[in-house]
Structures are given as C-alpha cells and as structure tokens.
C-alpha cells in the first residue's frame, strides 16, 4: 500500500543497503543536535508501553548540557492502533502535530477527527486518548513538558487544522517569513508555544538570535542552510534540530519552495533559581 503524499515529511523506516557510505550529517554539541531524516531507521525506533500497534523515534529527551525543559518524539501508529491513556505523568502537557493519516482524538470526553495539519494541546492531568483511524498509518509529533503552574491562568485544550490559521507575517519581510501561531502567545496560561515557520526561498533570520528559550525544530517542507551557534549546517525537510538555551541561530532558505519547520519553544515563565 502506497501512502499518500502531504506537505509535512514524515519518517518510514527502513534500512540503508550496506553500499551506503557511513558518512552523514549526524552531530552533537554542547549547543545543539542534528538528527538528520537518514538516522530515523527501523533500528533506532521503540515501543512505548501505554501505546498499542505503535512505534516511535525518540528525538529528543532532557539530557546534561542539553534542552532540559521537553521531549519529542514522532509516533507511527497502524490503523486501529493508539492508546486510551497515553501520558503516564499527570503533570505533563502535550502537544501533538500529525503528518500523515488520520487520527480520532478525545480530550475530556470530546471527540475530534484530525487530518495532516491537525493538532491538539492536551493540558497537564487532562484525560485524552488517541486512534489511528485511517487506512494507512498515522504518523505525528507528540511534544511532552512539565507544566509550571501560574496561579489565576488554567490552559485549556486546543485543537484545530494549521491550514485555517492565518500566518503573521514578520515585520518589514513582505510576507517571506512569516509564524502560524498555534497557541495563543499573550495567554499567561500556556507555558509552551508550538509554532509553524515559513521561508520563502532566500528568505532569512537576519541575525543570529540568542535567547534563553530552548528549541525543538522539525523541518517539515523544504531545505535551508542554518546558523547553530559557530557552524552553518545544511537541512532539508525531514531534519531535526534541538538547541539548548542561549544557541545562536539564524537561516536562509535555500529553495527551490518553501522552507517549513515545526517549533518548540519554553516561554511566559520567570527564571527559576
């Protein structure tokens, strides 16, 4: 069975043949990781006990001298397959982007059927499940952190398609970049953002920007040449990016379309010491 194509990339599996060269773009510093798509084999995936007829690639996990405040991991999930009590911390939020296939998703009770482009925040100690309910796997992005609690602003769940969000476009660049924000980023209740950045080609971040925010960045369309703190690295969609706090970083799309990314970021919260 063939999968039918969308415009996010998703990983499928497989094993290179042994006349593949070793070399890759593969790299871990103290500043960032690169998990280029050719790593996401069947070898490297997993199983996760609350999940049924699904496996997974980890990308990311708190690690020392890395992001600390989040994991992300891509699920893969047969038809029929997924889970009626994912979350096994009932401290932790979530957030889930899918890619292929298609998904039922329930959240305190409520039903919502998602297509390529849907997604879902899941508030720390809500009850949620999800089903595969396509005829073809289901393959999404399942973004989990440690919500910090801010008195007088409760989260609640959101769920929708990226496409009927209208992207803001940055200032004084035409509309060539431009952020699909999926969470609202004035609401002091989510301690999370999860947004969707597009380039147009030669589009650019024009400055090296250094923050305290840590970053999960997956390239969903397109390639670029990104800036990760000394080092230009070449990316293309399907790529993953996890930068620790305080990584510079900046791009360039390098075409021929559009340059896309998912992105994770810690924000609305004081330091804590």
């Known amino acids: 069975m063939t999968t039918s194509r969308t415009p996010y990339y998703a990983p499928h599996g497989g094993h290179p043949p042994q006349t ?13 990781t690169v998990i280029p798509r050719g790593v996401l084999r069947d070898i490297v995936t997993t199983v996760l006990p609350e999940w049924r007829d699904t496996r997974s690639w980890v990308l990311h996990r708190p690690v020392a001298g890395g992001a600390v405040t989040f994991s992300q991991t891509i699920l893969e999930v047969a038809p ?14 979530g957030f889930l982007f899918l890619m292929e296939g298609e998904v039922e ?25 999800l089903r595969s309910v396509g005829e073809e796997a289901a393959r999404l992005h399942w973004i989990r952190k440690r919500h910090q609690a801010l008195a007088g602003h409760t989260p609640r769940p959101v769920v929708g398609q990226e496409q009927e969000i209208e992207p803001s476009p940055m200032p004084d660049t035409d ?9 609202d980023p004035q609401d002091l209740a989510y301690d999370m953002h999860v947004n969707i950045v597009t380039f147009e080609p030669g589009a650019s971040i024009p400055f090296a920007e ?43 799309a390098g075409g021929p379309g559009p340059f896309r990314y998912l992105l994770y970021k810690d924000v609305n919260r004081q330091v804590v010491l």
């Not at 593949?20 to 960032?32: G, H, I, N």
């Not at 029929?80 to 939020?93: I, K, L, Y």
């Not at 039903?111 to 499940?129: D, I």
């Not at 960045?217 to 070449?234: F, I, M, Q, S």
Request: glycine share 12%.
């Open 20 to 32: 593949d060269l070793l070399t890759d773009r593969a790299m871990v510093t103290e500043a960032y």
């Open 80 to 93: 029929g397959g997924g889970s009626d009590a994912p979350e096994p911390q009932p401290e932790v939020e």
């Open 105 to 129: 998703l329930v959240i305190a009770g409520e039903a919502h059927r998602l297509t390529p482009g849907g997604y879902g925040f899941v508030p720390a100690g809500e009850q949620w499940s």
């Open 175 to 183: 509309g060539r970049w431009r952020t699909t924000r999926i969470l």
């Open 210 to 252: 250094t923050h305290e925010m840590e970053h999960g960045l997956y390239v969903l369309e397109g390639k670029a040449v990104y800036r990760l703190n000394t080092d230009w690295v070449e990316v293309q969609e399907g790529d993953y990016l996890s930068l620790r706090a305080f990584c510079p970083q900046a791009c360039y």
